[in-house]
């Protein structure tokens, strides 16, 4: 098992919700603003697992120490270094964006973790991961994970028209928001496409990578895609408002979830966050960001975002405002309202 550093002693899994992400490169803030935005809203134990290259450990612990003792009592942390359990470590770590491959091996790593939810860095929560960690009850009895669909819309999706491999359904499946029960996965024997009899998760990992490895552009996710596409049977497929791209309103709005709840879980890939091309995006990253974390919700964070979206609304995903705003408005009058609740509460104890 590799070392790592504990912050401070780990209750028992069934107390808190897992959540893992993989921070290389310049990747530090990004995470940190992720983090940030699970701790805000969510209500259970939140207990995070965060793979980083040695260099930014330190980093990781600084920050987070900053952090005032009434959010820093939510949460525990566990740091690891980057490790890759079969194969070449080398060439995993290079495998499209740096160390992305590292999700690939959680089930290996995290033995005593039963479940999990695996986001990329430039994932925001705008309502409580209690919301999506229910998803999790709702497997039937063969599915050990859940994805969203890479693209709602066959025509345009990059699978439906570019891909040289198999690939899940009809338009593959996105790994940047991925719920995974890891005691199912490491118990499971995988149909594929190298021997006939199964192969276990961890079994089939490197040959995978080694058959396709000429024909994939998006690393990880395709290997995903892969065995999705040979074990349809063990995907839960959860819907587009809970790992929300550009991709769903820079086309005009095609995600019908969203529109109808609010985005659940906003996904800035492709850089949003830090140019000028989705300015709704890069609005809501930078709220967060800048949120001091003792401050009132609606007056520090609500408010600013409002005025904001005012100078988006000429964007193409700035158009449709109520969709970003929606669950998140939502989401803070829920935390409002169960502070005065406890507020209230204490003082008719008396």
């Given at each position: 098992?590799?070392?790592?550093?504990?912050?401070?002693?780990?209750?028992?899994?069934?107390?808190c919700?897992?959540?893992?992400?993989?921070?290389?490169?310049?990747?530090?803030?990004?995470?940190?603003?992720?983090?940030?935005?699970?701790?805000?809203?969510?209500?259970?134990?939140?207990?995070?697992?965060?793979?980083?290259?040695?260099?930014?450990?330190?980093?990781?612990?600084?920050?987070?120490?900053?952090?005032?003792?009434?959010?820093?009592?939510?949460?525990?942390?566990?740091?690891?270094?980057?490790?890759?359990?079969?194969?070449?470590?080398?060439?995993?770590?290079?495998?499209?964006?740096?160390?992305?491959a590292?999700?690939?091996?959680?089930?290996?790593?995290?033995k005593?973790?039963?479940?999990?939810?695996?986001?990329?860095?430039?994932?925001?929560?705008?309502?409580?991961?209690?919301?999506?960690?229910?998803?999790?009850?709702?497997?039937?009895s063969?599915?050990?994970?859940?994805?969203?669909?890479?693209?709602?819309?066959?025509?345009?999706?990059?699978?439906?028209?570019?891909?040289?491999h198999?690939?899940?359904?009809?338009?593959?499946?996105?790994?940047?928001?991925?719920l995974?029960?890891?005691?199912?996965i490491?118990?499971?024997?995988?149909?594929?496409?190298?021997?006939?009899?199964?192969?276990?998760?961890?079994?089939?990992?490197?040959?995978?990578?080694?058959?396709?490895?000429?024909?994939?552009?998006?690393?990880?996710?395709?290997?995903?895609?892969?065995?999705?596409?040979?074990?349809?049977?063990?995907?839960?497929?959860?819907?587009?408002?809970?790992?929300?791209?550009?991709?769903?309103?820079?086309?005009?709005?095609?995600?019908?979830?969203?529109?109808?709840?609010?985005?659940?879980?906003?996904?800035?890939?492709?850089?949003?966050?830090?140019?000028?091309?989705?300015?709704?995006?890069?609005?809501?990253?930078?709220?967060?960001r800048?949120?001091?974390?003792?401050?009132?919700?609606?007056?520090?964070?609500?408010?600013?975002?409002?005025?904001?979206?005012?100078?988006?609304?000429?964007?193409?995903?700035?158009?449709?405002?109520?969709?970003?705003?929606?669950?998140?408005?939502?989401?803070?009058?829920?935390?409002?309202?169960?502070?005065?609740?406890?507020?209230?509460?204490?003082?008719?104890?008396?």
């Amino acid at each position: 098992k590799p070392a790592e550093q504990k912050h401070p002693k780990e209750p028992s899994s069934s107390q808190c919700m897992h959540l893992a992400v993989v921070a290389c490169g310049d990747r530090l803030e990004e995470t940190l603003i992720m983090l940030k935005s699970a701790v805000l809203f969510s209500n259970r134990r939140l207990c995070f697992h965060i793979f980083a290259e040695d260099s930014l450990k330190p980093e990781f612990e600084k920050k987070l120490k900053e952090w005032p003792s009434s959010y820093t009592k939510k949460f525990e942390y566990n740091i690891y270094p980057i490790t890759f359990s079969v194969g070449n470590a080398q060439e995993w770590k290079k495998l499209f964006k740096p160390c992305a491959a590292q999700r690939l091996f959680l089930p290996v790593i995290l033995k005593d973790v039963d479940s999990l939810l695996y986001v990329d860095t430039d994932v925001l929560f705008l309502r409580p991961i209690d919301d999506i960690w229910h998803i999790l009850k709702e497997f039937n009895s063969t599915q050990l994970a859940a994805m969203a669909p890479e693209h709602e819309i066959p025509k345009i999706g990059w699978y439906s028209r570019f891909a040289r491999h198999p690939y899940y359904g009809t338009t593959g499946v996105n790994s940047g928001v991925m719920l995974m029960n890891l005691t199912r996965i490491r118990n499971t024997q995988f149909k594929n496409s190298m021997v006939p009899s199964g192969l276990t998760w961890e079994e089939m990992l490197y040959p995978l990578y080694q058959k396709y490895k000429n024909y994939i552009t998006w690393g990880d996710q395709d290997l995903l895609n892969i065995i999705f596409y040979f074990n349809p049977e063990c995907l839960y497929v959860f819907p587009c408002q809970w790992n929300y791209r550009p991709d769903h309103c820079m086309y005009g709005s095609n995600c019908k979830g969203a529109e109808e709840e609010g985005v659940s879980i906003l996904h800035g890939n492709r850089g949003v966050y830090h140019d000028d091309k989705q300015p709704t995006f890069k609005a809501l990253y930078e709220v967060i960001r800048d949120f001091p974390f003792e401050d009132n919700l609606f007056q520090s964070l609500y408010y600013p975002l409002q005025s904001k979206f005012l100078d988006t609304v000429h964007t193409l995903c700035g158009r449709i405002p109520q969709v970003f705003l929606k669950q998140i408005e939502k989401t803070m009058k829920k935390v409002y309202e169960n502070r005065v609740i406890v507020y209230l509460g204490a003082n008719h104890r008396y």
